[in-house]
């Protein structure tokens, strides 16, 4: 599934409905907000496209917004990139502990939960000794890895002038 341009700036210009930061301004990192945001649009461009007619709208930005709770596990930086690790295939414990880098076992065990909760992750155990468990992503992960992807290819692209307009504000 394609959601938007492969192009990052066309992602840009697409998430902000045309409106581009003047100067090429862009944050020093990308918020949790920001993210938020991104995945708003996202959603709301794959549910038009998929929309049913019985299917009930709900006002995206309403604090009563059922995908309020989604949007909130996606978006948080451990994550989005437990989602990014998993996208490479199914993973161990200790695997995704080596691959992000800096994240404690206890973040790690309480956001694979958390994804697990919300049906993006799946844990698969084993009954062998030592007892082996494996996550994997669903299809709603590895739809949910399309725009965090998007995302990551954009953040990678405008880093240097990100750190240059940081160096120059200070």
């Given at each position: 599934?394609?959601?938007?341009?492969?192009?990052?700036?066309?992602?840009?210009k697409t998430?902000?409905?045309?409106?581009?930061?003047?100067?090429?301004?862009?944050?020093?990192?990308?918020?949790?907000?920001?993210?938020?945001?991104?995945?708003?649009?996202?959603?709301?461009?794959?549910?038009?496209?998929s929309r049913?007619?019985?299917?009930?709208?709900?006002?995206?930005?309403?604090?009563?917004?059922?995908?309020?709770?989604?949007?909130?596990?996606?978006?948080?930086?451990?994550?989005?990139?437990?989602?990014?690790?998993?996208?490479?295939?199914?993973?161990?414990?200790?695997?995704?502990?080596?691959?992000?880098?800096?994240?404690?076992?206890?973040?790690?065990?309480?956001?694979?939960?958390?994804?697990?909760?919300?049906?993006?992750?799946?844990?698969?155990?084993?009954?062998?000794?030592?007892?082996?468990?494996?996550?994997?992503?669903?299809?709603?992960?590895?739809?949910?890895?399309?725009?965090?992807?998007?995302?990551?290819?954009?953040?990678e692209s405008?880093?240097?002038?990100?750190?240059?307009?940081?160096?120059?504000?200070?």
């Amino acid at each position: 599934m394609r959601v938007v341009g492969d192009d990052s700036n066309e992602l840009m210009k697409t998430i902000a409905c045309g409106k581009v930061r003047a100067r090429g301004e862009y944050p020093r990192a990308l918020s949790q907000t920001t993210v938020a945001i991104i995945w708003l649009v996202t959603i709301d461009r794959i549910s038009h496209a998929s929309r049913a007619p019985a299917r009930r709208t709900w006002q995206r930005f309403s604090a009563t917004c059922p995908c309020r709770d989604l949007l909130d596990i996606v978006s948080s930086k451990w994550s989005a990139l437990v989602i990014g690790a998993l996208l490479n295939g199914r993973m161990r414990f200790g695997e995704l502990q080596r691959h992000l880098d800096g994240i404690s076992p206890k973040v790690l065990t309480s956001t694979l939960r958390r994804l697990e909760d919300f049906g993006i992750v799946s844990r698969e155990v084993f009954a062998e000794v030592p007892l082996r468990v494996e996550y994997t992503l669903t299809t709603l992960g590895e739809e949910a890895g399309v725009p965090l992807e998007a995302l990551r290819a954009w953040a990678e692209s405008q880093l240097q002038h990100a750190q240059r307009a940081a160096l120059t504000s200070r």
